[in-house]
């Protein structure tokens, strides 16, 4: 069975994927920081198939956790995706960048960038050893777009972009992309509008199934939105 590593997917679109995954039979190996809501989420996918969820909670930025992501990784023989999910917002409400506060800029990059190029670092020979791998960094429209308020995380999600791009352009036997999922209705993007009404936002749930037609089909390595996976709606 293929493996896939998700990190933050206690919650959100990182656990949303895994669902979609688990009933295809992948073998999961997932993170989070909270290990109640982890562990929840673990018994939840365990009951919708034989999907075999590993999961261990844990930060990303703690590099003893990604080395333990890494050793689990080794003793399940193989990788065929990771999926760098896990992200900070920074500050709520959202400052202004000039006002962004130092240490929580920090980090922000050191969830949003440092932390997944060292995870993918980890993870680089096995998604290289065998059939063709995949990672696939969550980015935002922030990335490519200024709002104001959001010079912290929209920074550092380009950043990642650009990560992946290089890494692609040194990596040609491995698909690498930035998918930008749009808005959801998620805690992330509750926090940088609290106390609004998010309902009109899609649920993860319904982002998840372009995801998993950008990893069925697998174009170039690049940029690319949930609206160009969304399956088509019949008229």
Same mark, same amino acid.
């Given at each position: 069975?293929?493996?896939?590593?998700?990190?933050?997917?206690?919650?959100?679109?990182? #656990?949303?994927?895994?669902?979609?995954?688990?009933?295809? @039979?992948?073998?999961?190996? !997932?993170? $989070?920081?909270? %290990? *109640? /809501? =982890?562990?929840?989420?673990?018994?939840?996918?365990?009951?919708?198939?034989?999907?075999?969820?590993?999961?261990?909670?844990?930060?990303?930025?703690?590099?003893?956790?990604?080395?333990?992501?890494?050793?689990?990784?080794?003793?399940?023989?193989?990788?065929?995706? #990771?999926?760098?999910?896990?992200?900070?917002?920074?500050? @709520?409400?959202?400052?202004? !960048?000039? $006002?962004?506060? %130092? *240490? /929580? =800029?920090?980090?922000?990059?050191?969830?949003?960038?440092?932390?997944?190029?060292?995870?993918?670092?980890?993870?680089?020979?096995?998604?290289?050893?065998?059939?063709?791998?995949?990672?696939?960094?969550?980015?935002?429209?922030?990335?490519?777009?200024?709002?104001?308020?959001?010079?912290?995380?929209?920074?550092?999600?380009?950043?990642?972009?650009?990560?992946?791009?290089?890494?692609?352009?040194?990596?040609?036997?491995?698909?690498?992309?930035?998918?930008?999922?749009?808005?959801?209705?998620?805690?992330?993007?509750?926090?940088?509008?609290?106390?609004?009404?998010?309902?009109?936002?899609?649920?993860?749930?319904?982002?998840?199934?372009?995801?998993?037609?950008?990893?069925?089909?697998?174009?170039?390595?690049?940029?690319?939105?949930?609206?160009?996976?969304?399956?088509?709606?019949?008229?």
């Amino acid at each position: 069975m293929p493996v896939a590593l998700v990190t933050g997917a206690s919650r959100g679109l990182g #656990l949303a994927l895994a669902r979609a995954l688990a009933i295809r @039979s992948w073998t999961l190996v !997932l993170d $989070a920081r909270g %290990p *109640a /809501d =982890l562990d929840r989420a673990a018994r939840e996918l365990r009951a919708l198939g034989d999907a075999d969820v590993i999961a261990v909670a844990g930060d990303v930025t703690d590099p003893a956790h990604r080395r333990e992501l890494r050793d689990l990784v080794r003793e399940s023989g193989r990788l065929d995706l #990771l999926v760098n999910n896990a992200s900070a917002l920074g500050p @709520s409400p959202l400052p202004p !960048l000039a $006002a962004h506060p %130092p *240490a /929580d =800029l920090v980090r922000v990059y050191e969830v949003n960038v440092f932390a997944p190029l060292a995870l993918t670092r980890l993870a680089l020979p096995f998604l290289l050893d065998g059939d063709r791998g995949a990672v696939v960094n969550i980015s935002s429209d922030a990335a490519v777009n200024a709002y104001p308020g959001w010079g912290g995380y929209g920074s550092a999600k380009a950043a990642l972009d650009h990560v992946g791009a290089t890494l692609a352009a040194e990596n040609p036997d491995l698909d690498v992309y930035a998918f930008d999922p749009g808005d959801m209705n998620t805690d992330l993007h509750q926090q940088a509008f609290p106390g609004e009404d998010l309902s009109d936002r899609p649920n993860p749930e319904t982002v998840a199934p372009a995801l998993l037609r950008l990893l069925d089909e697998r174009p170039a390595s690049g940029r690319y939105t949930v609206a160009e996976f969304a399956p088509a709606v019949a008229s």
